[in-house]
């Protein structure tokens, strides 16, 4: 049976392979975490490429609100809000159209749909071009008129007017005509109608069936809430609102890549927590061996008997904190935020290394 010392000299043994197994297990990790920092974090090209990208976008948008002295005059509306809404307004106009287009197309019921989707969907895109066109008109950074901004949203409202009042004549004529007349080519049927009473009568013809007049009275009221989000959702000056999306688009796009470096550094974790778990309990219970034995002989204890395992297993959480300093130092430039700037440290913070022999 081995004496008290020797089971002393044996925990202290143990305790000696232990910490020499957490060193290294901690190493093999910290390997994995330079190199995922390296390559997707904050010392990769694409890391630093983004990052003065996003610093000079915010500094051009300082410059711009400097000389204009005044906040956006945009609204922000959230991009996943006009979606949404413009998808609801195409699932709500498809089934009045689906009457007219199941006879031009003369297919099932998804093409028309399809089809009753697809023209919703580009009216409202051409709206919230022709609002954001509009808006734009008068430039005050540059102090000139874009005179093509005014001819684009001119254009694409008259192109909108001879939609409407198309597909408003076109139902109305698959309303009232008989089904053995009806034709497929709406579009020769429209332009009869209007060469033989002119535009406004074939209109105001059509209009006064039901069905066509409330189509003709979503298109419009779909058209004119395009063009009002679109014109209130945008500043006033092209140049202003050019530098505001590059800031945030800037600003996604770095915080996406923290996030993808974020979820690399979890998963190193996971991958090695618990093998350095097991060996700093197996060190612990060690550690507390060899203090009792030397207690019990009245042995004073060393600096080997109080090492606190925390001071080598750093890295990790300390990658997860640079992160969170990262992203909150690129916070992009909001309309609240532009009159209030702040000075960030340009360097990038460095890892320590921690010498573990």
Same mark, same amino acid.
């Given at each position: 049976?081995?004496?008290?010392?020797?089971?002393?000299?044996?925990?202290?043994?143990?305790?000696?392979?232990?910490?020499?197994?957490?060193?290294?297990?901690?190493?093999?990790? #910290?390997?994995?975490?330079?190199?995922?920092?390296?390559? %997707?974090?904050?010392?990769?090209?694409?890391?630093?490429?983004?990052?003065s990208e996003s610093k000079a976008a915010?500094?051009?948008?300082?410059? %711009?609100?400097?000389?204009?002295?005044? $906040?956006?005059?945009?609204?922000?509306?959230?991009?996943?809000? @006009? @979606?949404?809404? *413009?998808l609801g307004f195409a699932a709500l106009?498809?089934?009045?159209?689906?009457?007219?287009?199941?006879?031009? $197309?003369?297919?099932?019921?998804?093409?028309?749909?399809?089809?009753?989707?697809?023209?919703?969907?580009?009216?409202?895109?051409? /709206?919230?071009?022709?609002?954001?066109?509009?808006?734009?008109?008068?430039?005050?950074?540059?102090?000139?008129?874009?005179?093509?901004?005014?001819? @684009?949203?001119?254009?694409?409202?008259?192109?909108?007017?001879?939609?409407?009042?198309?597909?408003?004549?076109?139902?109305?004529?698959?309303?009232? *005509?008989? #089904? /053995?007349?009806?034709?497929?080519?709406?579009?020769?049927?429209?332009?009869?109608?209007?060469?033989? &009473?002119?535009?406004?009568?074939?209109?105001?013809? /059509?209009?006064?069936?039901? /069905?066509?007049?409330?189509?003709?009275?979503?298109?419009? *009221?779909?058209?004119?809430?395009?063009?009002?989000?679109?014109?209130?959702?945008?500043?006033?000056?092209?140049?202003?609102? *050019?530098?505001?999306?590059?800031?945030?688009?800037?600003?996604?796009?770095?915080?996406?890549?923290?996030?993808?470096?974020?979820?690399?550094?979890?998963? %190193?974790g996971r991958k090695r927590y618990r093998?350095?778990?097991?060996?700093?309990?197996?060190?612990?219970?060690?550690?507390?061996? @060899?203090?009792?034995?030397?207690?019990?002989?009245?042995?004073?204890?060393?600096?080997?008997?109080?090492?606190?395992?925390? &001071?080598?297993?750093?890295?990790?959480?300390?990658?997860?904190?640079?992160?969170?300093?990262?992203?909150?130092?690129?916070?992009? %430039?909001?309309?609240?935020?532009?009159?209030?700037?702040?000075?960030?440290?340009?360097?990038?913070?460095?890892?320590?290394?921690?010498?573990?022999?």
């Amino acid at each position: 049976m081995s004496s008290p010392l020797d089971q002393e000299v044996h925990f202290e043994r143990e305790r000696a392979r232990s910490l020499a197994s957490y060193k290294a297990a901690l190493d093999a990790r #910290d390997e994995e975490l330079a190199e995922a920092r390296n390559s %997707i974090g904050p010392t990769s090209t694409r890391w630093f490429a983004l990052d003065s990208e996003s610093k000079a976008a915010q500094g051009t948008c300082q410059d %711009i609100f400097a000389t204009l002295n005044r $906040l956006t005059d945009g609204k922000r509306i959230p991009h996943w809000f @006009v @979606v949404v809404l *413009a998808l609801g307004f195409a699932a709500l106009e498809a089934p009045i159209n689906k009457f007219m287009l199941d006879n031009i $197309l003369r297919g099932n019921n998804f093409d028309s749909y399809a089809l009753s989707l697809f023209l919703t969907l580009i009216m409202l895109l051409l /709206a919230h071009i022709a609002g954001t066109q509009a808006r734009q008109i008068k430039g005050s950074y540059e102090d000139r008129m874009y005179w093509s901004k005014l001819a @684009v949203s001119l254009i694409i409202l008259a192109v909108l007017a001879t939609c409407v009042g198309a597909l408003t004549i076109g139902r109305a004529y698959y309303s009232t *005509a008989p #089904d /053995a007349f009806i034709s497929t080519n709406i579009f020769s049927e429209i332009q009869t109608r209007i060469h033989s &009473v002119g535009l406004w009568a074939a209109l105001g013809a /059509a209009l006064s069936d039901q /069905a066509a007049f409330f189509l003709a009275s979503l298109n419009l *009221a779909g058209i004119a809430g395009a063009f009002f989000l679109a014109f209130t959702s945008h500043d006033s000056d092209v140049v202003y609102q *050019a530098a505001l999306d590059k800031a945030e688009s800037s600003r996604i796009r770095l915080d996406n890549m923290a996030r993808k470096y974020d979820r690399r550094l979890a998963q %190193i974790g996971r991958k090695r927590y618990r093998k350095i778990q097991n060996y700093a309990a197996a060190y612990g219970a060690q550690n507390a061996e @060899v203090i009792s034995h030397k207690r019990a002989r009245g042995a004073a204890l060393t600096d080997d008997d109080h090492v606190d395992l925390s &001071v080598y297993d750093f890295l990790l959480q300390q990658a997860r904190n640079e992160i969170a300093r990262e992203s909150n130092s690129k916070a992009s %430039i909001r309309p609240k935020d532009l009159g209030h700037r702040e000075d960030h440290a340009s360097g990038t913070p460095q890892v320590i290394a921690m010498d573990r022999k």
